[in-house]
């Protein structure tokens, strides 16, 4: 199984639609960090969490928010979604005791906004 | 804000040559590390190297570091077609936050 899930993979919605994107893990780690990736553009950090109580804003946060369910669960929701955020969305994880570094992606969430 | 910037942003070379790409970054740093991309994939992590450190290697993977001229280079030896990709560099900021550089896209010709 793999370490960082996210779901769903794809999703296709419209204008205006409040989307929920989630991740899990069962690595234990305690650092978890959402992204968006558009072509030509590299990775956006858009939101992350050092702690369960821990939420920071990272470059692009509006039109975005978070909540950190768990240690292992950390959701991402458009609350009403545009076209510019069609992009693919990216979960990942680091491990504060290791050094924090090191980032553990899950396979991604392809989000159409039409 | 990007911190590190890859060079080139496309690389197309033979198999079995050798493939090199750059980084460049504004700020100091504590460590750069660079990850791997295959196509619509999650990014997964190839090395990790500090700032006190020149060189470091793992498998076939060869990474240095620069502070002085705030830049990084990753070298494939012997490329491969599964070293098709896109990689990137990725620099720590203040408040322990990973930026992650454009990418370089390499495509390992038959």
């Known amino acids: 199984d793999a370490d960082v899930t996210q779901t769903p993979r794809n999703r296709i919605t419209k204008t205006g639609k409040r989307i929920m994107l989630e991740c899990s893990q069962t690595?234990?780690?305690?650092?978890m960090y959402w992204y968006r990736q558009d072509p030509g553009l590299g990775l956006r950090l858009i939101y992350y969490?050092?702690?369960?109580?821990?939420?920071n804003k990272g470059e692009i946060s509006d039109g975005y928010s978070v909540s950190r369910q768990a240690q292992a669960k950390f959701s991402l929701s458009l609350e009403s979604a545009i076209p510019n955020q069609t992009a693919l969305y990216f979960c990942?994880?680091?491990?504060?005791?290791?050094?924090?570094?090191?980032?553990?992606f899950g396979p991604g969430t392809r989000l159409t906004v039409l | 804000s990007q911190q590190g910037e890859e060079d080139p942003q496309a690389l197309s070379i033979q198999e079995g040559e050798n493939a090199t790409m750059n980084c460049s970054y504004k700020?100091?740093?504590?460590?750069l590390q660079w990850y791997r991309q295959n196509s619509g994939r999650g990014l997964v992590h190839l090395i990790l190297?500090?700032?006190?450190?020149r060189e470091k290697h793992s498998g076939r993977l060869r990474v240095t570091l620069d502070t002085s001229k705030k830049s990084s280079s990753l070298l494939i030896t012997a490329s491969r077609a599964a070293d098709t990709a896109s990689y990137f560099c990725?620099?720590?900021?203040?408040?322990?936050?990973?930026?992650f550089g454009k990418g370089t896209r390499l495509h390992i010709l038959p």
């Open positions: 990725a620099t720590d900021e203040r408040d322990d936050k990973i930026i």
């Open positions: 700020t100091s740093i504590n460590n």
């Open positions: 990942a994880t680091s491990d504060f005791l290791a050094g924090g570094d090191t980032q553990y």
């Open positions: 969490s050092f702690d369960v109580k821990d939420i």
């Open positions: 690595k234990g780690h305690d650092r």
């Open positions: 190297i500090r700032s006190n450190e």
